[in-house]
């Protein structure tokens, strides 16, 4: 038997990033650099089935918010291409790690455990200035699982463990903009296709100092 079920993650946090500017060419056009950082925030995950039911005919659910711990580590170069196009390569290492909780589904106790993601991502990225301070980007990426086992039990019984370790292809698109020197406001969004399949979107701001 096949049950069906849907489903949403959130994700609200913070973070720092530090970026290194390791060489530049002599024209000023090519810049290669180091970066790293560190982010922590909370993520709530709900989930409805009205497939599984218990015998009064309750729907099954959760709904819960735990925190999560992230970092990451990259190498990149960015090249200018006449006056507004800008041409990025990169290569990142990320972790990521969700803490576990104990959910109340239909009366039993569900463990979920904690879930750690170790991934690389190797990609391009092409950015076109809109005039003023706004910037429109483009890129795509491959990225590789290592570790995306999510683990459940119940009474002691362990669920079918959804595996996430694989390849997956990237395809995203934002828009930047910058109110101020030290401020940028980034709104993009990214489709999956692969072990992932799916399309996420994100609102970020950042300070420089």
Known sequence: ?????????????GGALA??????????KSKFGIEAAGRAGAVRTDYHSADLRDYLNNHSRYDFTT???GAHAGIGWE?????ILALE???KYMWTHQEGIVADVLGDAVDFDSVNSHRVRTGLRLTCGMGGRTRAYYGMA???EFDGKVRAQVHGVEFGVPDL???TSLFMGGLRFN???CLSVDMNAMGFIGKREGAVGAVKFMVAF
Do not use: F, Q, W
Request: glycine share 18%; net charge negative; hydrophobic share 20%.
């Open 1 to 13: 038997m096949i049950l069906y079920g849907n489903g949403s993650a959130d994700y609200v946090g």
């Open 19 to 28: 970026h290194y500017k390791l060489a530049e060419s002599g024209d000023g």
């Open 67 to 69: 925190p999560y711990y």
């Open 79 to 83: 090249r200018t291409l006449g006056d």
């Open 89 to 91: 390569t990169y290569s």
């Open 142 to 144: 491959y990225e590789y």
């Open 165 to 167: 370790t694989g390849g």
């Open 179 to 181: 109110p101020l020197d």
